[in-house]
């Protein structure tokens, strides 16, 4: 133990852009399942705690990565969970893996690019995904997918290694239903985790 905590001094975590109560749910559920912690107490509609207060919570923790979840109800501008987010990002305490990018309906926004995205049939594909985590129409650009939601402008600001986009997590018309393990929220994380090198699971 002593040495993996010297190796890895930062405290690893992976950023989630959605806090209401069924993405809480659904990323209890995906922490549980694949051996990783969850701050509970981030999850909220907004982000109930500050940043601060996040990077407090994740010292206590007895392992990692961690995922910590983000939310800023609907609001186009930097409300209480893109506020908590970037702080938590820029901590020279923690080092972010990467992040679930989660689409939205809010619009006056720009949006952050990902480096994949998973649609609601589990796929990773290079296409932007929407709220349903159905696919949008195709850009011919040669562009990176680009994922519109409330809590995710703030991540162009953030050093983020990975960002993966999804729909509304534990929802998607029942595809990422908890009942079903929210299979693609899950493949997201699990796709980070892949990106990262970091094996998991117990």
């Given amino acids: 133990m002593e040495k993996t905590q010297a190796i890895h001094k930062k405290i690893r975590v992976i950023l989630v852009t959605d806090g209401d109560r069924v993405a809480q749910q659904a990323v209890e559920t995906i922490g549980t399942s694949l051996g990783l912690r969850c701050i509970s107490a981030s999850a909220g509609n907004p982000t109930p705690i500050s940043g601060e207060k996040i990077v407090k919570l994740l010292k206590t923790v ?55 995205c998973i649609d609601c049939q589990g796929h990773v594909i290079d296409l932007s995904v929407d709220k349903k985590g159905e696919i949008k129409e195709k850009e011919d650009c040669g562009c990176k997918p680009v994922i519109t939601g409330d809590t995710v402008d703030v991540l162009n600001d953030v050093e983020i290694p990975v960002i993966i986009g999804v729909g509304d997590i534990g929802k998607m018309d029942k595809h990422d239903d908890l009942s079903r393990g929210a299979p693609i929220t899950r493949k997201a994380i699990e796709e980070i985790l892949k990106r990262s090198g970091i094996s998991y699971g117990r």
Avoid: C, W
């Avoid at 990692?64 to 209480?80: S, Y």
């Avoid at 309906?105 to 480096?115: E, L, W, Y």
């Fill in 62 to 116: 007895p392992f990692d990565p961690v995922l910590i979840m983000f939310d800023d109800k609907g609001l186009k501008e930097k409300a209480q969970g893109e506020r908590a987010l970037e702080y938590v990002a820029n901590h020279p305490d923690i080092e972010v893996l990467g992040a679930v990018a989660v689409a939205s309906n809010t619009t006056g926004i720009d949006g952050v690019q990902a480096d994949a």
